[in-house]
């Protein structure tokens, strides 16, 4: 029996963005899927899984990979948990060339589900190590990672990208444009994550931002000045690493996610939620907050050495929780077996 963590992620700087080819720096943060894995001796898949979201959604399903559960849960976010076991089952029983190698998994995660936090991928980069691991099969990081991608990509009829796959399994900041993953140097940063309990619709706020870029020369210019700002963010994030992340470098970080948030607003993929716990970050003393993920809801990344950020979003009505959530240095691991 092996348990393997991975840790959810945040957008510090170029959501939306990305899809156009700009650069995008996600930051894995100390939120982690656990994943216990263990063979068994026939090709039977046993998934349980517990406390799948903050607001309780909670599944136990048995069988083969093909059976539904039933259970009293909206059943597109069985259906969507399901297919990314499914997926993640069907890259691990490949990477040991063994088609029916069947497996008892047990899921915890203390990431909100589909609040732009990466749980998906958490949950698959971790299930991977662990089901490998648990017959002896050693996947670096970097192999753990692109059979993630296949397999969101797969769960999600093509529509992910290498981002959140790549920084859960590697952990740390990442360097995202186009294919180009990579990890960046990073000071360990002070987020809070602020969470209005709901979630944004992906695939909508994407077409949204496809539709009005094509339709006004200035989104298309907003796009491009998305990329210019991850840019600057990633040489003071750099600066930050070598040299220490000083109060000044932190307030000028934090300026550019006030302006980031600013041009993600003018994209049309703010939330009044996500505007409300921004703004209740800023007056608490954060050095700067915006909405991390496709938006439309769901959560918002705010920098703060001090408590009184989450604080002051927790007595925030449009906020569900809020946590602080440290840079994870370290990506997937095994935690025991
Ligand atoms: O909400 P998330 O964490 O799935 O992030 C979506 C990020 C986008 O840039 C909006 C879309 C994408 O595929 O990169």
């Not at 945040?10 to 263990?38: D, K, N, Q, S």
């Not at 302006?259 to 050095?287: C, I, N, Q």
């Not at 925030?316 to 240095?329: I, K």
Request: glycine share 12%; net charge negative.
């Amino acid at each position: 029996m092996t348990t393997c963590s991975a840790p959810g992620k945040v957008y510090l700087f170029g959501e939306h963005a990305v899809v156009y080819g700009e650069p995008a720096v996600p930051c894995a943060v100390e939120r982690r899927a656990r994943v216990t894995a263990e063979p068994r001796d026939d090709d039977r898949v046993r998934v349980s899984a517990d406390d799948l979201s903050l607001n309780g959604f909670t599944v136990t399903w048995g069988g083969g990979v093909d059976d539904r559960p039933d259970v009293d849960a909206p059943p597109a976010l069985v259906e969507a948990a399901m297919r990314y076991v499914d997926e993640a089952v069907a890259q691990t029983r490949d990477a040991l060339d063994d088609p029916e190698q069947g497996f008892e998994i047990t899921v915890e995660s203390d990431i909100p589900l589909g609040a732009g936090l990466g749980s998906s991928a958490a949950v698959v980069v971790a299930a991977i190590k662990a089901a490998t691991a648990a017959v002896g099969v050693d996947l670096s990081a970097e192999a753990v990672a692109e059979r993630a991608f296949r397999a969101e990509y797969a769960a999600q009829d093509g529509q992910a990208s290498r981002a959140d796959t790549f920084c859960s399994a590697v952990g740390g900041a990442v360097h995202v444009e186009g294919d180009d993953t990579r990890r960046v140097d990073a000071p360990r940063l002070p987020f809070v994550v602020g969470y209005d309990g709901g979630a944004g619709d992906t695939g909508e706020l994407v077409a949204g931002v496809r539709d009005l870029r094509e339709q006004h020369g200035f989104a298309a210019d907003t796009v491009g000045a998305i990329g210019d700002l991850t840019r600057s963010g990633e040489a003071l994030l750099d600066d930050a690493a070598s040299d220490g992340l000083t109060d000044e470098r932190l307030a000028a970080l934090g300026e550019l996610l006030d302006v980031d948030h600013g041009l993600l607003s003018a994209l049309g993929v703010s939330a009044r939620s996500l505007d409300e716990m921004v703004w209740a970050a800023r007056e608490a003393g954060a050095t700067g907050a915006k909405l991390t993920g496709a938006g439309g809801g769901g959560c918002v990344v705010a920098l703060d050495r001090t408590d009184a950020t989450e604080t002051a979003l927790e007595l925030t009505p449009a906020c569900e929780r809020a946590f602080r959530a440290e840079l994870a240095t370290e990506g997937v691991r095994i935690e025991s077996g």
